[in-house]
């Protein structure tokens, strides 16, 4: 079994996919003496697998993607370890969407309704080209302008439900926030395909990361018990100079190391949960006020201001809110068997209950449904009580259903938004946030690391990109430990001359 270093290289912030890869990385480049600090009872964050009424249910990441022309880690993963994973199948759709009173929309116009929509998608992807075309500095727009300019912007219930299944579903926000040059195309599926598995596996998503976090840290029967693992450690505070930092969590332990690795969410960030406190020299700055003031004072003012750059680059960026409400029913109601898996429900509030998803293929006779909100409306949901949820996604059900189906034995309801430790389930990129801003929401302050899927902006908000922001951060510090010239944080110049000049993606590295 490992020990712990009394004062480790690195402290690693957070066990999620992004946390234990940047800890692998560490390790097997030969920096070994690590901790990593986790505040809640297992590892993988927002990839958490949970007992449902007898079967595993994903409350976070539950797809994984393969077939495309590069390879995925994660899917090939799942494949090694033998993961139950099923083809989920949206080939019906047009068939299986729900009018806001009741019944069916026919076939026939859902269809011309999808045919507008996939055109539309595909006019916002060429448009998304145009802006980025090599050479051009286009301002960036939403995918709500491109859908403007394309003079087709979805304003009936059928088509705000459809243009949800083709946004919102992906981005967790709406396109009139969402950045079309940061978003379109979706590298996470032209580059690893568009077949997209559902994982049902009594073992979970979370056996994934758990068969990564083993290849480095100790285990015996299958549970890890390496020392430089700390589980219900909430780091509540980071302080920070040119000779190290010191971490301080909510139970009162303290920590040294010479630097640290943040891979919470943004969402975190945004909050208070972490205060960040520096302490650098204050006898360089001119004062640009008459003195005397308190000198505490003066320190702050001024530390706050050099840190400026790396506030605004986290609080101007979104984190997101992505929830799968389950529902337990004593017997099934809905249409099952090939091209009923998903359907959808069109009313006139956009994002109101509208994706639906029953697991008879996963799970046969689990008799389980689960409906997928997001942004504003997943916020609403989930400050109210279990049973409030239920009556509405009960008036809903029963639209579609009619009045004589049966009330659910049990109803699971994630609140990712409430969660201190997550305060949303993924990040997404707003209208208005640049490429240098974003290389700023990833760069070291001093001995302050990042990661995390945010900080990834290929696959932004899958869990793919929390694998491969792990690896990128600990790249960056095992430069910084073997060249001191690599230490320099932040640097406007040589922010400009990764952006102009990053490495283009490269699945070996």
């Avoid at 969407?97 to 929309?105: A, D, R």
């Avoid at 190290?244 to 010479?258: N, P, W």
């Avoid at 029963?398 to 109803?411: C, L």
């Amino acid at each position: 079994m490992t020990s712990a270093s009394p004062s480790p290289t690195v402290i690693i912030i957070g066990a999620g996919m992004s946390g234990i890869l940047a800890a692998k990385t560490l390790h097997d480049s030969g920096i070994q003496d690590i901790l990593i600090l986790e505040a809640n009872s297992k590892i993988g964050g927002r990839i958490h697998s949970v007992q449902f009424r007898g079967h595993t249910v994903e409350l976070g990441a539950n797809w994984v993607i393969g077939g495309g022309p590069r390879s995925n880690h994660l899917y090939e993963i799942a494949g090694k370890l033998n993961l139950k994973t099923y083809l989920s199948d949206y080939g019906n759709i047009s068939a299986n969407i729900y009018k806001q009173e009741g019944g069916l929309y026919p076939k026939q116009v859902v269809s011309a309704a999808l045919e507008v929509a996939e055109t539309r998608d595909q006019f916002c992807t060429s448009f998304s080209a145009r802006l980025s075309a090599s050479g051009h500095n286009h301002d960036d727009v939403s995918i709500l302008v491109s859908q403007r300019l394309f003079k087709e912007v979805p304003t009936t219930p059928l088509d705000m439900v459809i243009d949800y299944f083709y946004n919102d579903y992906e981005d967790a926000e709406p396109p009139r926030v969402t950045s079309l040059k940061n978003t379109i195309p979706r590298y996470e599926f032209l580059d690893f395909g568009d077949q997209t598995y559902f994982l049902a596996d009594s073992r979970g998503f979370e056996s994934i990361l758990i068969y990564i976090a083993k290849q480095f840290l100790s285990h015996k029967h299958e549970v890890i018990r390496d020392q430089r693992l700390k589980l219900n450690k909430v780091v509540r505070e980071i302080n920070y100079s040119k000779n190290g930092v010191q971490v301080k969590t909510e139970d009162g332990s303290m920590y040294q190391a010479k630097y640290v690795i943040v891979s919470v969410s943004v969402g975190v960030l945004q909050s208070d949960l972490i205060v960040f406190k520096p302490h650098l020299p204050v006898s360089s700055f001119i004062l640009p006020f008459p003195l005397p003031l308190p000198f505490s004072f003066i320190k702050q003012v001024l530390l706050n201001l050099k840190q400026q750059w790396k506030t605004q680059a986290i609080y101007e960026f979104d984190m997101a809110v992505y929830t799968k409400i389950f529902l337990k029913f004593p017997s099934k109601f809905w249409p099952s068997g090939p091209e009923t898996e998903f359907f959808l429900y069109a009313h006139e509030k956009r994002g109101y209950y509208p994706i639906w998803q029953h697991l008879e293929t996963e799970l046969p006779g689990s008799n389980i449904l689960f409906v997928t909100v997001t942004d504003e409306e997943a916020k609403r949901i989930e400050q109210q009580p279990d049973i409030k949820i239920q009556e509405e996604i009960m008036d809903v059900l029963k639209k579609m259903f009619g009045n004589d189906i049966p009330e659910p034995e049990e109803i699971l309801v994630p609140r990712w938004w409430s969660n201190r430790f997550f305060k949303g389930s993924f990040s997404n990129w707003p209208i208005g946030y640049s490429q240098r801003r974003h290389m700023q929401l990833k760069e070291p302050v001093g001995r302050i690391y990042f990661c995390g899927e945010h900080t990834y902006s290929r696959y932004l908000g899958y869990a793919d990109a929390a694998y491969f922001a792990g690896i990128e951060t600990a790249n960056h510090l095992i430069k910084c430990l073997k060249h001191e010239k690599y230490c320099n944080g932040h640097d406007r110049h040589s922010t400009k001359d990764r952006l102009n000049n990053e490495d283009p993606y490269d699945p070996d590295v």
